[in-house]
């Protein structure tokens, strides 16, 4: 197992997310906890010794599963991660009452990692409110040892990253984000992880297969890959290439049974980070993935023509994000930010926009299948 220094502490590479764990007869909320157990201690056997859950995961028993089949271990034998469930609303006047709760089930006394759930456009401004105390409060449990290092995990836009490390940044030690070759620039990845650079914070990786879609490529893509590195599977590529960037830390993958993560294991035996020619097929690869996507350029000439004034090159972007990942929550979460007024639904179909966009794209039908797809 590879291990990455932060602070003073050796992490595996390689971290356990439980947000997959598997489950009886396709039932989300019902876990195998046997089968789970049996994952956790093949990880433990192996050398992973970080382990992230959540709140939500698994509708509310992610982290009781985790905490028995972590029971067996010593403490000090792995570091264990859970989050603030700032993803609903109705959960910001609840901090300490929450965390209480996750201590409990969890069976722990403490806390290695603690983060801010999902920072998004839909939260930042409730996550920034000091009447909620939730700042206060964790940064008091830090100080008392029940939580060993705060951060927080983010799927908004690199301006809600900003403004929350413009309130919160130099009290944030890490930070989670969906990292993986296909949103290195779809979703921006690059530019959010630069920016985390220049804040001196490391980088955790979430989604590094894209829900498992970078698990399986197509033939023709298969082949391009083999044929530079003849033995490395198509997870094994998606790995390497998040070893290639810089203070990338912890990788978390979410994985629903002993095969995905044995094979994972073995991945991270050793440290193969890509050249710069891999690098780039594998980004050309993505590119090609993304080719029914929208060719938004945010130009902005589009907004000037609206009457309904809808933030159009926004709303491409999650229109696009929303058709890849073939539905999902970041688009719907997104949404929830602004106004019944400014949704895809609102667009009245004049094609005003459509006049001026130099890319030629039909917003108007888009506008429609998007709003379509959020009913569906």
């Not at 029971?71 to 993803?87: D, E, N, Q």
């Amino acid at each position: 197992m590879i291990y990455r220094k932060f602070q003073n502490l050796e992490l595996s590479a390689l971290g356990m997310g439980a947000m997959r764990l598997p489950v009886v007869d396709g039932n989300d909320s019902v876990i195998d906890e046997a089968a789970a157990a049996q994952m956790v201690d093949y990880a433990m056997s192996h050398g992973v010794n970080y382990y992230d859950t959540a709140w939500g995961y698994h509708e509310g028993n992610s982290e009781l599963a985790m905490g028995r089949a972590l029971a067996k271990y010593p403490r000090s034998s792995f570091y264990l991660a859970t989050k603030f469930p700032g993803y609903d609303l109705s959960n910001m006047d609840k901090v300490e009452e929450i965390f209480e709760q996750q201590l409990r089930k969890c069976g722990v006394e403490y806390f290695d990692f603690y983060l801010f759930h999902n920072v998004c456009e839909m939260n930042i401004d409730a996550y920034l409110d000091e009447k909620y105390g939730i700042f206060a409060y964790l940064t008091e449990q830090k100080k008392k040892g029940r939580i060993r290092h705060l951060g927080f995990s983010a799927h908004g836009s690199q301006e809600v990253i900003e403004r929350f490390l413009e309130k919160y940044g130099s009290a944030m030690e890490f930070c989670q984000l969906q990292i993986n070759y296909i949103d290195w620039n779809f979703q921006d990845a690059k530019e959010k992880v630069e920016l985390l650079q220049k804040h001196n914070i490391p980088v955790w990786v979430m989604e590094p297969l894209r829900g498992g879609r970078l698990a399986k490529l197509s033939p023709q893509n298969a082949a391009r890959l083999q044929a530079l590195r003849p033995d490395e599977t198509a997870a094994g590529w998606a790995f390497r290439f998040l070893q290639s960037i810089p203070g990338v830390t912890v990788i978390l993958s979410g994985m629903s049974n002993l095969e995905q993560l044995q094979q994972n294991i073995a991945t991270f035996e050793k440290d193969a980070p890509l050249s710069k020619a891999e690098t780039e097929t594998l980004l050309d690869i993505a590119d090609g993935m993304l080719k029914n996507t929208l060719p938004c350029t945010a130009c902005r000439y589009c907004t000037t023509h609206c009457p309904k004034g809808l933030d159009i090159p926004w709303l491409l972007e999650l229109y696009n994000e929303h058709s890849f990942t073939e539905g999902g929550f970041i688009a719907p979460m997104a949404l929830m930010a602004i106004a019944p007024e400014k949704q895809p639904s609102s667009c009245i179909g004049c094609r005003s926009c459509e006049k001026v966009c130099p890319q030629q794209i039909h917003i108007s039908e888009a506008m429609k299948d998007f709003s379509a797809r959020l009913k569906g």
